[in-house]
């Protein structure tokens, strides 16, 4: 046995591949789904007058902030419409704080620290670090966040100012937060202070491509345990149009959304509010962009279903993995401290995955057990030689034979 597998490593070696299943990314035929917003014709004024080649309407045109609030269920006045990605927003929303928060910024607390479940978003992890935020990893289970974890973490460590997470198809695993969890959360962090920060990138709220399990609109759930204006929810159509061709939406109350209008008025006078209006003339509604979707999933199922029948092949003595119902990626997790190992080995084949680690802040997995596949962006053809490397890999490391 131990013998084909090394046969399997050089047979695959001799191919010479290059294959780069690093990121979670649209293909080609997701990308053409949204083609006609390439010359789609819009009037050059919004609904309410404004000029959309002119500087003005610094929280997004009214069309794209009704659109943002159907698709979130938060009231239209809660919700503001800008570009590019929700991570962007997220981003502009740690700065906000770490420069102007109330009563203190975060910038003038020794050490402040944010709580991030892990395995996590990598981008998350150096959002963080850029501003010298220590990510304090929680763990996940198959409903949300480790809930006595969170509340050991309150109870012991000082100057935690929030917490931030994907919390629908969590990045890299796949979670949906259930509702109690979701509450639960919000009473705990509530409890603790009235100014912890709730953050959700909600990047892959309408990601679906498998029946999902139900999950009420984050600002209802915020609105039942009154923590509306602790609460930041970000969302885009990064994945739903084009990469950082898209638009945001942003919605919270209170002193969370004073700052973010704070910041933006001086960062940036108004959005591209073009691109706004292509949108909303192209998706028109909430319900337009859900069945917009149901195409994108179409083109992501059969992928996900080669993987898995990749996956379903190796021992379970190796390790297991998560088999997500949306979203853009797939968690491995060894059983033997061995996904450097794994990572390594792909490499020599041709093939690049995410870095081991990287789903951990610092890039420190402590078991080093978690690897994140991506596989929506290559194609099919493709997608197996990287699944047929990748079990090798794991069969190699896991009976440590050497290559």
């Given amino acids: 046995m131990h013998q084909e597998i090394i046969t399997r490593f050089n047979s695959l070696k001799e191919k ?3 294959i780069d299943i690093t990121r979670g990314k649209p293909d ?3 990308l053409d789904l949204s083609n006609e ?5 819009i009037p050059s004024e919004s609904e309410n007058g404004a000029d959309l080649r002119n500087y003005g309407e610094t929280f997004g045109i009214i069309e794209a902030r009704k659109l943002g609030s159907e698709l979130l269920n938060a009231p239209v006045e809660n919700v503001l419409a800008f570009e590019h990605s929700s991570l ?3 981003y502009q929303t740690v700065l906000a704080n770490f420069l102007f928060a109330e009563p203190r910024p975060w910038k003038d607390i020794k050490n402040p620290k944010f709580i991030c479940p892990v395995p996590g978003f990598d981008r998350h992890f150096m959002m963080l670090d850029d501003f010298g935020i220590e990510a304090v990893p929680v763990p996940l289970n198959e409903d949300g966040v480790n809930l006595e974890e969170f509340s050991n973490i309150l109870q012991n460590q000082e100057d935690v100012v929030g917490m931030l997470c994907v ?4 990045n890299p695993s796949g979670e949906i937060y259930s509702d109690e969890n979701l509450l639960e959360l919000f009473r705990i962090g509530s409890q603790f202070s009235d100014k912890f920060l709730f953050l959700f990138d909600h990047a892959y709220l309408i990601h679906d491509f498998l029946p999902s399990k139900e999950q009420r609109p ?3 759930l915020a609105l039942e345990a009154r923590v509306e204006d602790q609460t930041v929810v970000t969302t885009s159509f990064s994945k739903v149009s084009f990469g950082g061709g898209g638009i945001s939406f942003y919605a919270s109350s209170g002193n969370s959304l004073d700052l973010i209008k704070k910041v933006r008025t001086t960062m940036i006078i108004c959005p591209d509010k073009l691109n706004q209006k292509r949108h909303v003339e192209f998706f028109k509604n909430a319900d337009s962009v859900k069945a917009h979707m149901k195409k994108h999933a179409d083109l992501i199922r059969p992928k996900f279903e080669i993987a898995y029948s990749y996956l379903d092949k190796l021992p379970e003595e190796c390790g297991s993995f998560s088999r997500p119902t949306g ?3 797939i968690t491995y997790c060894t059983n033997k401290p061995i996904a450097t190992k794994v990572v390594e080995l792909c490499k020599r084949m041709g093939v690049l995955i995410t870095p081991a680690g990287s789903t951990f802040p610092k890039n420190h997995d402590p078991k080093d057990s978690v690897i994140r596949l991506a596989p929506t962006y290559v194609s099919k053809d493709d997608l197996a030689d990287a699944m047929e490397v990748f079990v090798t890999a794991v069969e190699l490391a896991h009976n440590n034979l050497q290559v």
């Fill in 16 to 18: 010479q591949l290059s």
């Fill in 28 to 30: 080609k035929d997701q």
């Fill in 37 to 41: 917003l390439l010359d789609i014709s």
């Fill in 88 to 90: 962007l927003l997220t």
């Fill in 167 to 170: 919390p629908r198809h969590s």
């Fill in 218 to 220: 984050l600002w209802d």
């Fill in 327 to 329: 979203g853009y990626f």
